[in-house]
């Protein structure tokens, strides 16, 4: 999976591009993943997960990222997205189609937080292993989700 990632980053994203990761970047990381992180194009903002103690104790780690926080609402092609590792039911302006992009339950789909939160309109999963291995805008990320929901009904 981490070789399969580290191909796909830098061929699709460029230094300037802002990448958010949503948590468990390095949990099970092996060799140098302060490096690795250094060697992937664009400027990196964290999410922190549940399984990011390796970064949030090493100074060099987190200086690779331009920001580390919890949780993030930003303005994306003029959607408002809320970013968060967990998946939440309701979310800062849910009513108003705002979207929320989670990690946390990666591509469990007989989780019953994958089942209740698949049927929440406008959450997304950008776990890896459901957005395909690689870096994705946010309209891959809404995509890929729809594909695999139909694949795994």
Request: hydrophobic share 35%; glycine share 6%; charged share 25%.
């Amino acid at each position: 999976m981490e070789i399969k990632i580290l191909e796909n980053w830098n061929k699709k994203v460029t230094p300037e591009d802002d990448v958010w990761l949503l948590g468990d970047v390095v949990h099970h990381h092996s060799g140098n993943y302060v490096n690795t992180l250094k060697n992937l194009n664009g400027k990196k903002h964290l999410i922190i997960g549940n399984h990011e103690k390796n970064i949030m104790n090493n100074e060099k780690a987190k200086k690779v990222f331009e920001s580390i926080d919890y949780y993030k609402e930003i303005t994306d092609n003029g959607k408002m997205v809320v970013m968060f590792h967990h998946p939440i039911l309701e979310w800062n302006r849910y009513y108003q189609n705002s979207i929320h992009l989670h990690g946390h339950i990666h591509n469990k789909t007989t989780l019953d937080t994958y089942k209740i939160i698949k049927s929440r309109k406008n959450a997304y999963n950008v776990g890896v292993d459901v957005i395909g291995f690689e870096p994705c805008t946010l309209d891959e990320v809404i995509d890929r989700n729809i594909e695999f929901w139909k694949i795994n009904e």
